[in-house]
């Protein structure tokens, strides 16, 4: 029996000497920073690396500051033209360093920050945002809109956590909604291509005019440089008879001269009955 309990007494020792070893030290990951509780008070917040602490007295609790992402899904709103609609959003939050210590004062830990803090602002931000806006604003404006969301979001946020960005991953209206806008833009587009055509057919019958005005103003000017062309000949054609008209008056044996140079000496073969004889006087 004295054995037996040696025995028991010797395990029970290195069972106490293994959990005192074992629980004297700790390491920290460098994504994390360690919340050092003394009996379950908050000590102090521990930097990455190997530490040691008391066993059964002190304790660690590791909170991550890496950035994370959460994602709210199927979140309901109404556009300011009552439209209603389901969003899909998702947020890269994290925890900064020097704020350790009052997530875990007020939070505990991440997962409670992101349901008691994140998660209760986020629907009602989204939906105010949706709020300001039309059906077609919202999807025309997407990037204002997100940037609308953003700025809501991280407004309503106060406490230990930085808001890295925000997303708004899907706006998915009611399918009788989705129909009219679809007949929408496509009547748009029809419009637009007409008025492209009507803009086409513009330019070609202005193109036809400029033809048709350029042509009449060669034919007017081809007109004016014959009539020019005519009367410059009618001017040249009576300043000859005119030069002729004077050398006849100054001179009277003009025209017999000009018999008597166009006459080739041979009297008519053929002469009518009782005709004269064409007479010419020349010397």
Not at 250 to 267: D, I, M, Y
Request: aromatic share 8%.
């Amino acid at each position: 029996m004295k054995r037996t309990i040696g025995f028991a007494l010797s395990g029970l020792l290195s069972v106490v000497l293994l959990c005192v070893f074992f629980g004297s030290w700790y390491t920290v990951d460098e994504t994390e920073r360690g919340v050092l509780l003394r009996n379950g008070a908050f000590v102090e917040v521990v930097e990455p690396g190997l530490h040691f602490k008391t066993p059964f007295i002190n304790s660690i609790k590791n909170i991550s500051v890496q950035s994370q992402a959460s994602r709210f899904s199927k979140l309901q709103a109404y556009s300011k033209d009552q439209q209603t609609a389901v969003l899909d959003v998702s947020i890269s939050w994290h925890v900064a360093p020097t704020d350790v210590g009052l997530v875990y004062k007020q939070f505990v830990d991440n997962q409670s920050l992101l349901d008691r803090l994140i998660a209760r602002q986020v629907p009602q931000s989204v939906e105010n945002t949706f709020g300001q806006y039309t059906a077609v604003e919202a999807v025309q404006n997407r990037v204002r809109f997100v940037a609308d969301v953003s700025k809501a979001i991280k407004d309503s946020i106060h406490g230990p956590v930085v808001i890295d960005s925000v997303q708004v991953e899907n706006i998915d209206f009611s399918d009788d909604y989705e129909k009219s806008i679809s007949l929408r833009m496509k009547a748009e587009v029809e419009v637009k291509t007409r008025e492209q055509q009507l803009k086409t057919e513009q330019v070609q019958a202005q193109i036809r005019v400029t033809q048709a005005q350029a042509e009449a103003d060669s034919k007017v000017a081809q007109a004016k440089a014959d009539a020019e062309a005519t009367r410059l000949r009618g001017n040249a054609d009576a300043d000859a008879i005119q030069a002729k008209a004077k050398a006849l008056a100054s001179n009277q044996n003009l025209v017999e001269l000009t018999k008597a140079e166009r006459w080739n000496g041979v009297l008519p073969t053929t002469m009518l009955p009782n005709s004269a004889l064409p007479f010419i006087e020349a010397k």
